[in-house]
């Protein structure tokens, strides 16, 4: 069992920046591929960003590579995504997950195991 936290999420003019943070609590984090999704209104939950249990390789959503970076601190059992260049079509609930036996390309929300409760974030034009 693993229960995920996120935290960082916010109001931010379109142009800047935030960070968010998915703090997890249970057995072996490491052991699980982590990702990053999220949903807007009306919308279904999309993938975002996703990154391998060792941290050595990570997989964007179109729509936010280069903008976005995903990382993760095992000895913290934390992971990361730090939001740039923010558009207000970023806005919405952002929520992380981890998944077993998990490959990273893999963007099926239902693969995933487990799910944080989500944080809102909110890009203003």
């Known amino acids: 069992q693993v229960q995920l936290v996120e935290s960082g999420g916010g109001l931010v003019q379109a142009g800047g920046s935030l960070r968010l943070s998915c703090a997890a609590s249970?057995?072996?984090?490491?052991?699980?591929?982590m990702a990053w999704f999220r949903q807007a209104p009306g919308k279904e939950r999309e993938f975002v960003a996703a990154i391998a249990r060792s941290g050595g390789s990570t997989y964007y959503a179109d729509s936010v590579k280069g903008r976005f970076t995903v990382s993760r601190d095992n000895a913290k059992s934390t992971v990361y995504l730090q939001m740039n260049s923010l558009k207000p079509e970023d806005t919405a609930v952002y929520y992380c997950a981890a998944g077993r036996q998990m490959v990273i390309t893999d963007t099926n929300p239902g693969r995933y195991n487990y799910w944080g409760q989500g944080t809102q974030v909110t890009v203003s034009s």
């Open positions: 249970g057995r072996a984090f490491s052991s699980y591929t």
